[in-house]
């Protein structure tokens, strides 16, 4: 049987299965802590909203609030802390060695993991057992890799089929959009589903779609890396060096290989991406224990609505980027307005205090994704095709990297200023948003062209003043 280049419903079964119980994590922590630090159950209401209840209950109601959101964002923290590193290893490693080893290793190993992880919430579910198991749980499933290690294999993926830099931006904001749309339907679903059936039918589903995933991902989903018998060997006939080596290797010669502006445009893009991941993610991960809190007290049903509502961003952010791309729009002025689309939603969420005010707060923030596909893309475009690997490892590991610190950040910021202004943390996320303008602003100054298509070159474009006559004599020795 014939195998088919496409990646996307790979993509979008995962991102399915995996917002079918990510945004029920929080929720079944928060309840669970409630349970043990309360001796009660869990308040339920039809309405939609706890708060009438608790206005009308003692006054420890409101203590005790307070303590399981600080207990719930302490849990977070330590699930990051503990599944980091692992993750992040990984991603460097595999999606480096996919230049060679191939595409498919890089999608198939996070697939395992998340479905351990899903799993393992199942056990805990289903069983009652100790909620910390999940740390654990966390710990080991990474090991497989993570988020970062699936995005950056399906992006390298579709950098080898794409043929020129138009194509791969659209496809690359496809796949963000992809993301959202299914993520959507399944937060959507998440709500009813628990209050018709509880937590553990959801986790259910979410397995079964996984194991479904991985099953299109192995026997169907086609290489696009062809492993040659020469792989194992030097152009001079010599073994080649390790595979840890062979990715440090590739990694030094993306940059190296650069003239030195090309090299410092390089660098500045990926300062903006990660500088601007940091405060979008670091401010988002809060949004469902905002939402638990007074004076929201939303229910499971609300909180499905609001994130389904968030992920309109990715369809809308698609048709912004394609609209823009085919009007001729600067790239560099698409992802201004992608960093002011998330300032502003920040600063209005940390005003939000109404069910009302909490769902507009959405819309703003539309535009917010446009700035992810259009920098990989760019990156992408100048970086030579044999490195794409080694690019989207890189850029893979410092959004995983970046993506976990600022979610350990911002939960401890937020179990810090809790007691005083919960919004705090949206106007730390505002402001730090300031940073990827100030690097965006430093690639205007430069006046480096920045459309210009340069993956088909290999190697990279070396600039005249940066000629390499012998790039085995720059390598620095790794021994």
Not at 12 to 29: E, G
Request: charged share 10%.
């Amino acid at each position: 049987m014939k195998g088919l280049f496409l990646v996307e419903p790979v993509v979008a079964l995962y991102a399915f299965s995996v917002f079918l119980f990510f945004p029920l994590v929080q929720q079944y922590v928060y309840r669970r802590l409630w349970q043990e630090l309360t001796n009660t159950t869990y308040p339920i209401s039809d309405n939609g909203s706890r708060c009438a209840e608790n206005n009308s209950s003692s006054g420890n109601q409101s203590s005790y609030h307070e303590e399981v959101q600080r207990q719930a964002s302490l849990f977070s923290l330590y699930t990051e802390i503990f599944s980091t590193i692992p993750s992040l290893v990984v991603t460097l490693l595999l999606v480096a060695y996919s230049d060679r080893g191939g595409r498919k290793v890089t999608i198939i190993m996070p697939l395992f993991g998340t479905l351990i992880y899903t799993l393992a919430f199942l056990a805990v579910s289903y069983f009652e057992l100790n909620i910390y198991l999940l740390i654990v749980a966390a710990l080991f499933s990474s090991m497989f890799g993570g988020f970062g290690t699936f995005l950056g294999g399906c992006l390298s993926y579709i950098a080898d089929l794409c043929k020129d830099g138009r194509q791969k931006t659209l496809r690359m904001a496809g796949v963000d959009m992809m993301i959202g749309l299914l993520s959507g339907v399944a937060a959507i679903s998440t709500g009813y589903f628990v209050k018709a059936a509880g937590f553990n039918w959801p986790f259910l589903t979410s397995a079964l779609c996984q194991c479904l995933n991985l099953l299109f991902a192995i026997f169907i989903l086609e290489e696009t890396v062809t492993k040659t018998p020469t792989d194992s060997v030097s152009s001079d006939g010599s073994p080649r060096c390790s595979a840890v080596k062979e990715i440090i290797y590739g990694v030094y010669f993306m940059f190296a290989r650069a003239s030195r502006k090309s090299r410092n445009l390089l660098v500045l893009l990926i300062l903006i991406f990660i500088s601007f991941s940091f405060s979008y993610v670091g401010g988002n991960s809060l949004t469902t224990l905002y939402e638990l809190n007074k004076p929201l007290c939303w229910s499971e049903i609300l909180i499905g609505y609001g994130t389904a509502l968030s992920t309109t961003m990715f369809l809308a952010s698609f048709v912004g980027v394609s609209v823009f791309t085919y009007f001729g729009v600067p790239q560099l002025v698409i992802i201004m307005i992608g960093i002011l689309s998330v300032i502003s939603s920040m600063v209005l969420m940390a005003y939000a205090k109404t069910t009302f005010l909490m769902f507009m707060v959405r819309v703003p923030m539309l535009l917010s994704i446009m700035p992810f596909p259009v920098l990989r893309s760019m990156t992408s475009k100048l970086t030579s095709k044999s490195d794409q690997g080694a690019l989207f490892a890189c850029l893979s590991f410092l959004e995983s990297l970046t993506n976990n610190v600022s979610t350990a950040v911002f939960n401890s910021v937020y179990a810090a200023t809790l007691a005083w202004y919960p919004g705090f943390t949206f106007l730390l996320a505002a402001g730090l948003c300031a940073i990827p303008l100030l690097f965006l602003g430093v690639v205007c100054l430069t006046g480096v062209d920045v459309t210009e298509d340069l993956s088909d070159q290999d190697p990279l474009f070396q600039g005249e003043e940066d000629l390499v006559e012998d790039q085995n004599s720059n390598v620095p020795d790794l021994t």
